[in-house]
């Protein structure tokens, strides 16, 4: 069991950069894989990033590979997801996932969800 709170959202130019957090709190943050995903307005929610427990097993949707990094600090309970080069097409509520399993891009596997964040980024 794990609650998580994101923040760091914002309005933002292209071309900026954001870090969004999650916090974590409730038991054994370290046995979680983490996951960031996003859904902008009509769309439905996709894979951004995930980490494995150790911050090892890290992955990229192909969008985002090379402009964003996923990163976690298990001493903090938090993960992070660095964002440079933003795009509009980045614009989105992002959220952040626990999987108690495996890493995984797939929304359906994570076990719990923060409440999101909302990333805007203008041209």
């Known amino acids: 069991q794990v609650q998580l709170v994101e923040s760091g959202g914002g309005l933002v130019q292209a071309g900026d950069s954001l870090r969004l957090s999650c916090a974590a709190s409730?038991?054994?943050?370290?046995?979680?894989?983490m996951g960031w995903f996003r859904q902008a307005a009509g769309k439905e929610r996709e894979f951004v990033a995930t980490i494995g427990r150790r911050g090892d097993s890290i992955s990229y949707a192909d969008s985002v590979k090379g402009r964003f990094t996923i990163s976690r600090d298990n001493a903090k309970n938090t993960v992070y997801l660095q964002m440079n080069s933003l795009k509009p097409e980045d614009t989105a509520v992002y959220y952040c996932?626990?999987?108690?399993?495996?890493?995984?891009?797939?929304?359906?596997?994570?076990?719990?969800w923060g409440q999101g964040t909302q990333v805007t980024v203008s041209s």
């Open positions: 409730g038991r054994s943050f370290s046995s979680y894989a």
């Open positions: 996932a626990a999987n108690n399993w495996v890493t995984s891009t797939l929304r359906y596997e994570y076990d719990y």
